[in-house]
């Protein structure tokens, strides 16, 4: 079964600092890489996907990520952290389910916190 | 396009208590999902439509708890007996396609907590 490991629970970035979130996942076939954010008290929002092709996607709010097939890694990156990125962000990985179509598993997610 | 809107947003229920949620998708989506999410975890997949036909359910899907979505519009969950263990967000979110591979579009999601 397919699964996704994001081996930070919590980072702490100052503001106008780099940022890479770890993504690690476990799966046998091509895999569909998603990231999302999440609000406190609010849904996910997409940030990027990957399906195929260049395995640099760039996303919304200046975020991108690299999938490394050799090492099942699909980390989110940004240049410089803005206080409003303050959120938890959870990758996901779409696997067939065997039911005829596609589930979404999603990591524990990584919440982050921004110092002025 | 308005989004995916959930009803209500928080719901306090005692034990023992019947509990249903409401689940409007994006309007042209014609899957529809539902997800549990606890505190310090990420959503986690309970069961999915594909217009008004419940195609697959999770083992976290107990017997307590049914889903609807009867003119594959909008969805309902509900808990029936509700326990302790059953205080979580719910998540509804939809998506377009045949094969299930675009992206999910989540609502803002009902907290459910069961004193």
């Known amino acids: 079964a397919q699964s996704v490991t994001q081996p930070d629970i919590h980072i702490t970035v100052s503001e106008g600092a780099s940022l890479e979130l770890r993504c690690n996942y476990s799966?046998?076939?091509?895999?569909?890489l998603f990231w999302y954010v999440q609000s406190p008290g609010q849904g996910l929002q997409l940030l990027l996907k990957?399906?195929?092709?260049?395995?640099l996607v760039q996303g919304i709010k200046g975020f991108e990520a690299e999938f490394k097939r050799s090492q099942s890694s699909f980390n989110l990156r940004k240049p410089s952290v803005h206080w409003s990125d303050a959120a938890e962000y959870f990758c996901?990985?779409?696997?067939?389910?065997?039911?005829?179509?596609?589930?979404?598993?999603f990591g524990k997610g990584t919440k982050l916190s921004v110092i002025p | 396009d308005t989004g995916v809107s959930q009803d209500p947003r928080h719901k306090i229920t005692k034990r023992g208590q019947n509990v249903t949620f409401r689940c409007d998708p994006i309007?042209?989506?014609?899957?529809l999902y539902w997800y549990r999410q606890t505190l310090g975890q990420g959503p986690e997949f309970l069961t999915y439509?594909?217009?008004?036909?419940?195609?697959?359910k999770s083992r976290l899907l107990s017997d307590r708890f049914s889903a609807e979505r009867p003119k594959g519009s909008f969805s309902t969950l509900e808990i029936q007996r509700t326990e302790q263990g059953d205080s979580a967000m719910y998540l509804c979110?939809?998506?377009?396609?045949?094969?299930?591979?675009?992206?999910?579009?989540f609502g803002n999601g009902t907290r459910l907590t069961v004193t």
């Open positions: 309007s042209e989506h014609n899957r």
């Open positions: 979110a939809s998506s377009s396609g045949d094969r299930g591979l675009s992206p999910l579009h």
């Open positions: 799966y046998g076939a091509t895999p569909y």
């Open positions: 996901a990985v779409k696997a067939y389910s065997g039911a005829g179509s596609y589930q979404l598993t």
């Open positions: 990957y399906f195929s092709g260049d395995t």
């Open positions: 439509f594909q217009n008004e036909a419940q195609l697959e």
